[in-house]
């Protein structure tokens, strides 16, 4: 009896699409907050930690004061939950050294076009 062994090349771990920039600190855009009438506008910021950790920061009184921590994936909708206005977009995002850990690697192409169908 005898077996045939395929060997396959092993997986290689895909990098970021854009190396990270050096510094960890971002402006994310700002907020209303305090009493009833939310007079007070707050400057967040998006800090971005090792193991791949987000934060929103805000600076008052020549310190910084952290908001909430969350991973990566959280982003997006911690910066719809937290009510930032003029939020970074995805590409801007990706920019600061965000990516989406559940994203496709694969591009869907149209198949419909290659069939001749529009």
Same mark, same amino acid.
């Given at each position: 009896? @005898?077996?045939?062994?395929? $060997? ?11 190396? $990270?920039?050096? &510094? ?10 305090? @009493? ?27 310190? @910084?004061? !952290?908001?909430?921590?969350? $991973? ?12 930032? &206005? ?8 990706? $920019? ?7 994203? !496709? ?8 076009? &290659?069939?001749?169908? !529009?």
């Amino acid at each position: 009896m @005898s077996a045939t062994v395929f $060997k396959f090349p092993r997986r290689k771990k895909e990098r970021p699409r854009r190396p $990270k920039p050096r &510094h960890r600190v971002f402006y994310a855009g700002y907020r209303y907050t305090g @009493s009833a009438m939310c007079q007070d506008v707050q400057q967040v910021y998006l800090k971005r930690h090792g193991n791949d950790e987000w934060s929103l920061i805000f600076y008052f009184e020549r310190r @910084s004061w !952290e908001i909430d921590r969350f $991973k990566q994936i959280e982003v997006p909708l911690k910066l719809d939950e937290y009510g930032v &206005h003029d939020a970074p977009t995805r590409e801007e995002l990706e $920019k600061m050294g965000w990516y989406n850990p559940n994203d !496709e690697n694969v591009y869907h192409i149209a198949f419909d076009q &290659h069939l001749g169908v !529009e």
